[in-house]
């Protein structure tokens, strides 16, 4: 390899002239009268699909990349396939972003591992799977290669009250307090603390820690956060806030051996309009390697770690001991505990998921497959009587291919409104009522519908 090249492009890459570094990594991987030594192609289009991540455009970083790990004798695939995973993520195909995180966590020579699953968990959340993003996320804070805890404890939070358990948010919250983290991320973590309390009605401490939030004016409460903020001042101001000895009567015990989660600092990640965004995409942290002087790796440090079981062990882990102690804990009960959150947290996601409407078949399946047959009998509940059945056949149109315009959902009972096309070439619009049958739905009703007139 042209070292002369490549030293002129980490320059470039230095001074954040990406597209001079990309022109000349570019020449040094074409040079042909300096032949690239085993390794050397991988180094080279890692460090392209790097630049290219800087100037925006994730879709050549990832053919870049992929050209990477193509290459057998180079030594960092699994970093690359992490800044595969988070190219992915930013275009928003995280199936694909997951699949590529897994690989990075499977190089175990990967110094980067907990990044890998925290891609995995953030990946995992905006597809709506907050307990399986718990489980990464809980691995990424185990990592004893991970630096930082606190946003790792503040997306365990997070996690925790998408799953309905605001004490064990508290736990997580008030764990990261003493890790010192500076600017937005702390005040959101204040915020999301204010928000948990409130969830368990302790008024006082949500008060406490909603003007800790604010108390640099550099930072807003979402909507949300202002609601809860003033219905803790109200209580306060009323008198209505619980005593101390209360509050610990009535709130639930924290399962401390639960998820520990790593994140953004926010509820999700959220991207600007290019599809970018500060959240797990650190840009711009050195990252060296012995084997390949002048590498720096597009994505930076920046997540979390691990809050233990007992209060005892969260002390040593704010005095920095916490490292020693992961090292001496028993493998197999470590193994038993993920198993049984796993259980937990499958059993709340599914109770969730059933009091949001959510089954098997969907309501768009049921109205699917039966506009597709209409004389299916088996997608209607058994309180349609034969009277109400012929109406309905009356004023069915047959269409395989109709159109969902909308669904409104409950635990108990939807409405789905259809367009579905005539064989004459236009077209009608139907009310559908859905009621709850087990865990899926039947159609109790289908009426025609007018927008015009709704």
Request: proline share 4%.
């Amino acid at each position: 390899m042209n070292n002369l090249l490549f030293d002129q492009a980490v320059r470039h890459y230095r001074l954040r002239d990406y597209r001079s570094a990309l022109t000349t990594y570019t020449l040094c991987l074409q040079d042909q009268e300096n032949p690239l030594q085993p390794g050397e192609e991988g180094l080279l289009y890692h460090q392209i699909g790097n630049c290219l991540i800087k100037m925006k455009n994730p879709l050549e970083a990832i053919h870049a990349y992929t050209q990477a790990t193509a290459d057998p004798d180079y030594q960092a695939e699994g970093t690359v396939e992490c800044n595969l995973g988070m190219a992915y993520a930013s275009l928003r195909d995280y199936d694909n972003a997951i699949a590529c995180f897994e690989q990075a966590v499977a190089d175990e020579t990967n110094p980067g591992r907990y990044k890998a699953y925290m891609g995995i968990g953030t990946a995992l959340m905006k597809l709506g799977k907050s307990a399986e993003a718990g489980v990464a996320f809980r691995e990424a804070a185990l990592d004893e290669d991970n630096p930082d805890p606190t946003k790792a404890l503040l997306n365990l939070g997070v996690c925790f009250m998408a799953l309905g358990r605001p004490a064990d948010a508290i736990a997580s919250y008030e764990s990261a307090l003493p890790f010192d983290a500076q600017g937005e991320t702390r005040n959101k973590l204040y915020a999301s603390l204010g928000q948990a309390y409130v969830a368990c009605d302790m008024m006082e401490e949500a008060v406490d820690a909603f003007e800790q939030a604010i108390a640099d004016k550099t930072y807003f409460l979402s909507d949300s956060a202002s609601v809860d903020y003033q219905r803790a001042v109200g209580a306060v101001a009323q008198g209505l806030a619980q005593t101390s000895s209360e509050k610990t009567a009535l709130l639930p015990v924290a399962d401390m051996s639960g998820l520990d989660i790593a994140a953004d600092g926010s509820t999700v990640s959220d991207y600007d309009t290019n599809g970018y965004g500060d959240e797990p995409f650190y840009y711009d942290e050195p990252y060296t390697d012995q084997n390949y002087p002048g590498y720096y790796d597009a994505y930076g440090e920046g997540e979390d770690q691990f809050f233990n079981a007992t209060d005892a062990e969260l002390e040593q882990w704010s005095k920095g001991l916490a490292k020693q102690d992961r090292k001496r804990r028993n493998v197999g009960l470590k193994v038993l505990v993920v198993i049984v959150v796993l259980l937990l947290l499958a059993c709340a996601a599914a109770v969730f998921a059933y009091t949001q409407g959510y089954g098997y078949p969907t309501q768009q399946q049921v109205v699917e497959s039966y506009f597709a047959d209409p004389t299916n009998s088996a997608m209607l509940a058994d309180s349609v009587n034969d009277d109400t059945k012929s109406s309905i056949e009356d004023i069915m149109v047959q269409d395989s291919a109709v159109t969902i315009d909308g669904v409104n959902q409950s635990m108990s009972d939807s409405t789905v409104y259809v367009t579905a096309a005539t064989p004459e070439g236009g077209s009608v619009d139907y009310r559908v009522t859905l009621v709850r049958d087990l865990i899926g739905w039947k159609i109790s009703g289908v009426e025609l519908y007018f927008p015009s007139q709704n």
